[in-house]
């Protein structure tokens, strides 16, 4: 019962939410470690075209196997690709397999789960059961399975991590609707005369997202080793593409020559799924 | 006033420290309980009264913390014991329940057991011993079936059933002082009546001071010998009940008093106009000075009034009866 | 007579499902597998007046207040507004009725959406059931809403977050009086807010009814609201009605014996007034296995022979005064 605040220009309101999720993440040490590093990951994406001196693809016979010097930052492949671009190309693609097909999963799994929640009765039962089966597989043997039977190409990779993960978001959005459809604003929604699909749509699935956006980023790590794992083993993308996995793959081949051109793939990925795992959470203390 | 009091509060502050600011949740606030009195502590939400009864039982977690002031129980200054000593008084010689206590009842444990496991840390008993003093509190509360009820766990009890397991439990060891927060609020009334009684009979039989913390007026004139009112985090008056409700002489009880409608008679009430002020950065003045009809422009919201005894017992924190 | 709404023989059952070991603890038969949240109740409420339902937690009330406007399902009875019986309209129909019957939830916090702003709740009502069309005509429909409730302007863009209880509450009446509604059903409107806010919104909703002309059933267990707002009363216990008359009739001379030791447990704000207390042994016994009879026989201090036998009707003793109860109807 305190004075309500009432200057409110919409950009205070703004800075404020901004300024107040700087001081909750300030206070975690750990949050900010991973803040910082897919911060620094969208900093390369965002400024390859200034950094990416050399063409990913481009072989140069006279320089293969070299170890990093200022020519190659980061060094040259058995092909004499230049391994400091093509990490970079990696960076990009690797992140965009994950974030696309975590955040396409979310949005369609949780109106799925949120639709067979708010309904019940035998075809959420019916879903129920299909989200059962599909987390009874654990999600890389799944996404291996499927792969190994459609073939590895770069739609089908995105086609199957949107797959593996789906169930996920249909149980947590439907475990979400059950419980928000108890609340009594939804009956002043009833009473106020909105149509059932509004009540869903408008009303409850806004409300159902806390869980599904804390899921969504503890799942970007995760998409981000399936897609290294899936074409390490040969069943994601193929050569020459840049990517983490099968940069890595290579530099298991000559690791009696050199460490290098595995471990820093290699410790890309570490950056990208610990940034992630930390953010989320952080993010996940922040909103629960 | 009697020397002989069972507890003294003196110029107690507690501040919480957020993000907004500093939050002065209590600010000076003193008052004495004597023995064998129920002493009611009245306030609207954001008064303070919770985190006063939290302060006296040093359960004030940060960002919270008490920042001066003395507690003053049977002649020991609670504040400043060490923590050891403290948890010997705490749950002995002072005592708590809550509102909802079904929730602060362990939920895997009968509560024959919950019980019997006081006596025997506090007092030593056996099992067996421990047991039969169990059950004897519970038919001393008027649970019925004792002897069938100690097998029992919480859920199976009514709200109301809880509200008087919890009180023979608190009570088990004898406190001198129990502290209850809104004990009967979202029980019946039937069963409010019930509870009120239970409190009063556990003064006048076993001779415990009751700290009363209710928002609910009907409740504190019924209940209370001596009644404290807060406003934001300062106690704007003390009086004995009858004094209370018949003269009260601080605006805000006046106006409290004038906005609760009656089930004896018909009468008109009115609100109070205006907000509690933020207690982020409250005016140095009295806190009430906004909303009040019988301000003082240009003294109540810049002086902090100081508490003056105006009668024996009655005191009142304000510009109107001297003060500045 | 014109009553504006009329509830014959309300029924609503919750079947308890049997769990695998509940049969353990033993049945016998039918009897235990309904609760009778309300059973076979009736009342009228005639056109400008303010009805007040009382009873503790579990009497039904909440329950009969959310049958009449449809939120549930009752399983039998009439309810029969404006000379229409809407229970058992199908849903599509029930929307033209919802127009001139809204609902004040108990809950200012639960009730409004926590994701949308004022306006957007407001509008909702205006658009849904036609009042206004487009996007102007909706803003200055809902600022003058605003100012009804005592709000304004600046309090449109915001969240229910950052409104206060008492705001909150007032933008749930606003939102219930925007289609211009005949009759109101508040539930426990002041419960969850201060004293002196309570104070506010009580005597707005006194002037509310008087200057919109509507009707009002209002659910309370704090008996003192009820006595300020309204000018009939019904009693509940256990899904019954017990008793029925003006406020005046009943506040001073309650004739059930469950309607005295209510009014005598209500604490009076006034020490000095020390009431006789009617106390009722025990507790409320659980709806599922009920005697036959009177609902109140292992309680009540007056309980005799008839009690326990035959269950007592609602029956008209003094000018709209209605009592259940053996002991003050046998003649």
């Known amino acids: 019962m305190t004075v309500p605040e009432t200057k409110d220009h919409p950009l205070r309101k703004v800075w404020r939410s901004i300024d107040y999720t700087w001081y909750v993440l300030r206070k975690n040490n750990l949050t900010l470690a991973g ?42 492949d058995q092909w004499g690709r230049d391994i400091f671009s093509r990490t970079i190309v990696a960076t990009q693609l690797d992140l965009f397999i994950a974030l696309t097909t975590v955040l396409a999963s979310a949005s369609v799994g949780a109106i799925i789960g949120a639709v067979s929640g708010y309904f019940g009765g035998k075809a959420d039962l019916l879903m129920q059961r299909i989200t059962d089966i599909l987390l009874a597989f654990p999600s890389l043997i799944l996404a291996m399975g499927i792969m190994a039977a459609l073939g590895a190409s770069f739609w089908n990779l995105m086609l199957t991590q949107f797959l593996i993960r789906i169930a996920i978001f249909i149980r947590v959005a439907r475990g979400e609707m059950i419980s928000q459809k108890e609340n009594e604003y939804v009956e002043a929604a009833v009473c106020a005369g909105n149509s059932t699909s509004r009540i869903i749509m408008r009303h409850l699935l806004p409300n159902c997202m806390t869980p599904v956006a804390v899921m969504t980023t503890l799942n970007f790590g995760y998409a981000i080793l399936v897609t290294a794992t899936l074409s390490f083993i040969g069943l994601g993308l193929n050569p020459p593409t840049a990517e983490w996995g099968l940069m890595i793959s290579d530099g298991a081949s000559y690791l009696v020559l050199g460490a290098w051109w595995l471990s820093i793939p290699g410790a890309f990925i570490v950056l990208a799924v610990l940034g992630f795992n930390l953010l989320g959470d952080g993010i996940r203390d922040l909103v629960g | 006033m009697s020397e002989n009091l069972l507890l003294n509060v003196t110029r107690l502050s507690t501040y919480f420290y957020v993000y907004e600011g500093i939050m002065r949740v209590l600010d000076e606030i003193s008052f004495q309980i004597r023995p064998r009195e129920i002493f009611g502590l009245v306030g609207e939400s954001g008064s303070g009264k919770t985190v006063a009864s939290l302060s006296i039982l040093r359960l004030i977690l940060p960002p919270g913390r008490i920042t001066s002031g003395e507690v003053i129980f049977e002649g ?12 010997r008084i705490r749950g002995k010689k002072i005592s708590m329940i809550f509102q ?31 047991m039969e003093k169990a059950i004897y509190s519970l038919k001393r509360f008027r649970i019925p079936e004792a002897e069938k009820r100690v097998e029992s766990y919480p859920h199976e009890f009514s709200l109301g059933m809880a509200q008087r397991v919890m009180i023979a439990m608190m009570m088990a060891c004898n406190p001198r002082l129990l502290i209850a927060d809104e004990p009967t609020t979202g029980l019946d009334v039937t069963t409010q009546a019930q509870i009120l009684d239970l409190m009063k009979e556990a003064r006048d039989e076993m001779g415990t001071s009751i700290l009363l913390i209710t928002h609910d007026l009907g409740v504190a004139a019924q209940t209370c010998d001596r009644v404290a009112v807060m406003h934001a985090g300062h106690i704007v008056e003390i009086a004995d009940v009858e004094v209370l409700y018949e003269r009260p002489l601080h605006p805000y009880t006046q106006a409290l008093l004038r906005s609760i409608p009656r089930v004896d008679k018909k009468v008109r009430i009115s609100d109070i106009p205006g907000f509690v002020p933020s207690l982020l950065n409250p005016p140095r003045g009295c806190r009430f000075a906004n909303r009040c009809t019988k301000v003082i422009q240009g003294v109540c919201e810049k002086i902090k009034p100081k508490t003056i005894e105006i009668d024996r017992g009655h005191l009142v924190m304000c510009h109107l009866y001297g003060g500045s | 007579m014109s009553f504006l709404l009329e509830v014959k023989g309300l029924k609503k059952y919750f079947i308890q499902k049997k769990t695998g070991l509940s049969w353990l603890k033993g049945g016998r038969g039918d009897q235990d597998l309904y609760l009778r949240a309300v059973d076979n109740v009736n009342f009228e409420i005639m056109k400008g007046e303010a009805l007040g339902l009382v009873g503790e937690s579990g009497c039904g009330k909440t329950t009969t207040a959310k049958c009449i406007i449809r939120l549930i399902e009752p399983t039998e009875g009439q309810i029969i507004f404006k000379g229409e019986d809407i229970a058992n309209l199908p849903k599509k129909e029930f929307k033209r009725v919802r127009k001139h019957m809204q609902y004040v939830f108990q809950d200012p916090v639960g009730s409004l959406n926590p994701r949308m702003n004022v306006k957007s709740l407001l509008a909702e009502p205006l658009r849904n059931f036609g009042i206004s069309k487009d996007k102007d005509e909706i803003e200055e429909k809902v600022i003058s809403l605003l100012k009804t409730v005592g709000l304004s302007e600046e309090h449109m863009n915001k969240l229910p977050r950052e409104l206060s209880g008492g705001m909150k509450q007032r933008v749930g009446i606003a939102r219930a009086i925007a289609a211009n509604p005949e009759f109101l059903i508040l539930d426990e409107p002041t419960a969850s807010l201060d004293v002196s806010v309570g104070a506010k919104i009580l005597n707005e909703l006194v002037d509310l009814q008087r200057r919109l002309n509507m009707t009002y059933l209002m659910i309370a267990h704090d008996l003192s609201v009820i006595r300020y707002v309204c000018n009939r009363v019904a009693v509940m216990y256990l899904g019954k009605i017990v008793e029925t008359g003006n406020v005046e009739d009943i506040f001073s001379d309650p004739l059930h014996p469950y ?31 009920l ?30 005064h209605c009592v259940a109860c053996h002991l003050r109807t046998k003649s």
């Open chain 3, 291 to 320: 005697p036959k009879g009177c609902r109140l026989q292992n309680r009540c201090p007056y309980v005799f022979s008839a009690c326990t036998s035959d269950e007592p009707e609602l029956i008209e003793v003094k000018n709209r």
């Open chain 1, 35 to 76: 803040l910082f590093m897919i911060v620094f990951l969208l900093f390369l994406v965002t400024f390859s075209p200034l950094i990416v001196t050399y063409d990913p693809y481009e072989t140069d016979a006279d320089n293969v196997l070299s170890p990093p010097s200022w020519k190659h930052l980061f060094g040259t």
């Open chain 2, 76 to 87: 020991t200054d609670l504040l400043k014991l060490p923590q050891k000593e403290f948890s």
């Open chain 2, 100 to 130: 909802q206590s079904r929730t602060a009842l362990n939920p895997f444990m009968k509560i024959g057991e919950q019980i019997a496991r006081i006596y025997r840390t506090h007092e030593g008993l056996s099992k067996s011993e421990a």
């Open chain 3, 259 to 289: 309607t005295e030791a209510l009014l005598s447990a209500v604490p009076i704000p006034d020490p000095n007034v020390k009431t006789k207390r009617i106390d009722l042994k025990g507790e409320t016994p659980s709806p599922i296995n």
